[in-house]
């Protein structure tokens, strides 16, 4: 293998069913689930299961559970294959999986902190007062130019730089209308309004990082093993620095395409995606073809693509 960085997805990947294969083949993955339903007192593992969807999709449920599936995958491969890597990346609640992949703080202490994150991201706006929409195929550029214009409309904001084809908004329902309508007419290929509970990842939820922040205070980091890419400026992460950029993670903007083109200029040439899901295999696949530079992106969320993880480490040994 060259030089390899772990990737893990973030809210929205999550299915009813997701991990159950996983769970009933290996110990160490049902390890996983059950200190998980521990830590939090709550059966997470029959939510992950069998759902319902509603339950599943509760801020406050979705999040514990990616990152208890991310880990559990992580440490099947790590019991499977000698697995080195690098650097570690996650998009917004995958950072927590990532500095846990790290070794910069333990999955109990993980778990918990999302549980709580989740809870505070979901009551820091009244339900009905924010939401967030994708744009597909608007530049960077004119997509700030059009939320400069819909700010009189209210808090309007980019969320997540996912790829160069995709950026989401967030704010007020109607800056939020407006902004979408505006970039329909600069010639986007596609502006939706996303099925979402709040407006994540803007300045509506600075209180929500403020009671992220006393959690932390509770929480001990380590020096990361690996190099951790921090959403918030495309940055590694340093032991000191990291509560700091978790609490500004929540009300500002993800920036996923500059991280990945961080890591590729780095000499990152393969990268594996830990959890639910394909979302960021396809938007890495967009930037490293927008760089023009050839890289290896694999998945592992069920048995079948875990085992052709576990054949491509064996046949490099």
Request: aromatic content about 6%; proline content about 3%; charged content about 25%.
């Amino acid at each position: 293998m060259k030089k390899v960085a772990l990737v893990f997805p973030g809210q929205g990947a999550q299915y009813v069913g997701m991990g159950k294969q996983i769970y009933e083949k290996y110990e160490v993955a049902r390890k996983i689930f059950h200190k998980s339903n521990e830590v939090l007192n709550v059966d997470l593992k029959s939510i992950i299961f069998e759902g319902p969807e509603e339950e599943l999709t509760k801020t406050e449920n979705t999040q514990p559970a990616i990152l208890t599936l991310s880990v559990a995958l992580l440490e099947v491969l790590k019991e499977n294959i000698n697995l080195k890597y690098d650097a570690c990346a996650g998009l917004s609640l995958g950072e927590y999986s990532a500095l846990v992949a790290a070794d910069a703080i333990s999955f109990e202490d993980a778990v918990s902190l999302v549980r709580k994150r989740g809870k505070f991201m979901q009551e820091a706006v009244p339900e009905g007062k924010g939401t967030m929409a994708a744009i597909l195929g608007l530049d960077r550029n004119t997509l700030l130019k059009v939320l400069d214009e819909a700010k009189e409309f209210g808090v309007v904001e980019a969320a997540n730089f996912n790829s160069p084809d995709q950026i989401v908004i967030s704010g007020q329902i109607s800056a939020v209308e407006k902004a979408v309508s505006l970039c329909k007419e600069k010639g986007a290929k596609k502006a939706v309004l996303l099925k979402v509970s709040a407006p994540f990842h803007s300045s509506m939820l600075i209180d929500a990082g403020e009671n992220l922040r006393k959690e932390l205070e509770n929480i001990s980091f380590n020096e990361p093993k690996a190099k951790v890419i921090a959403n918030v400026n495309a940055k590694y992460l340093s032991k000191d620095n990291i509560k700091e950029s978790l609490v500004k993670q929540v009300s500002s903007s993800v920036l996923w395409e500059d991280s990945v083109e961080k890591l590729i200029n780095d000499g990152f040439d393969t990268f594996i995606e830990i959890g639910p899901g394909k979302t960021l295999k396809a938007f890495i696949k967009k930037i490293a073809s927008n760089m023009k530079k050839d890289i290896n992106i694999y998945n592992v969320e069920d048995q079948e693509s875990l085992k052709q993880v576990i054949n491509l480490y064996k046949g490099d040994e």
